[in-house]
């Protein structure tokens, strides 16, 4: 989605990104005091009285708020897979509809939507817990994002972690920066998908998974 709001299907290759949000500083403290000091002077600037009751705590919410939906900036992705089961599983496993609220990193207004993550085991059918794969969606999505590079993100550490046969990934989002302001536009969907191994290769594999995907 472009800055004049242009919304499509986008087929994000993991390549084309020199970034990846596995790059963060995971060191990073999370200064309180500077983002309620921040919060208070972008009230000043819009005209706001400081004073008012319903400010009066706004700037120490805005705080805990921003710690807990960017907590995904002092945590590595990579961390969540660390459950593995020996199953002998080498059929397809997708967990689909996985809710999805992330931060647009341009406007730092929500993006929500859904995530479908599919991958087909490796060699040795190993597999990992369904609550795992939900965790690494919510742990990506919790930074400032673009959509494109959360759905490479996902792929990405389960194709580092578990070494599967192939990974698909979808997400489906809505953005508030588009729908809020700008051409507003509510209800338009921005769809990207990140695709790997097998799923990229074989075009039945990648036709099976989408049509999981649009069951209903």
């Known amino acids: 989605m472009d800055e004049h709001g242009a919304v499509d299907a986008v087929d994000v290759d993991p390549r084309d990104h020199a970034r990846h949000a596995t790059d963060v500083d995971r060191s990073a403290s999370f200064d309180h005091a500077k983002i309620e000091q921040a919060v208070r002077l972008i009230l000043e600037a819009i005209g706001e009285d400081l004073d ?16 807990e939906l960017c907590a995904g900036l002092r945590s590595d992705p990579k961390d969540v897979l660390t459950v ?4 002998g599983h080498d059929e397809m496993v997708m ?4 809710p999805v609220y992330s931060l647009c990193e341009h406007h730092l207004l929500p993006f929500l939507g859904r995530a479908h993550v599919a991958y087909i085991p490796n060699l040795k059918g190993q597999i990992t817990g369904v609550s795992k794969i939900v965790r690494l969606v919510d742990t990506v999505a919790k930074r400032p ?4 590079r959360l759905t490479t993100t996902v792929a990405e550490t389960l194709d580092e972690v578990l070494d599967p046969r192939g990974v698909l990934v979808v997400v489906e989002a809505r953005h508030l920066c588009m729908e809020m302001r700008g051409v507003r536009k509510p209800g338009a969907e921005l769809v990207t998908s990140a695709v790997l191994g097998s799923f990229r290769d074989d075009l039945r594999t990648r036709s099976e998974a989408m049509s999981f995907i649009s069951a209903r």
């Open 145 to 148: 994002n673009i959509q494109e």
């Open 52 to 67: 008012r009751e319903g400010l009066v705590d706004t700037p120490s919410r805005v705080a805990r708020e921003l710690h």
């Open 95 to 98: 967990v689909r509809d996985i």
């Open 84 to 87: 593995v089961f020996e199953e």
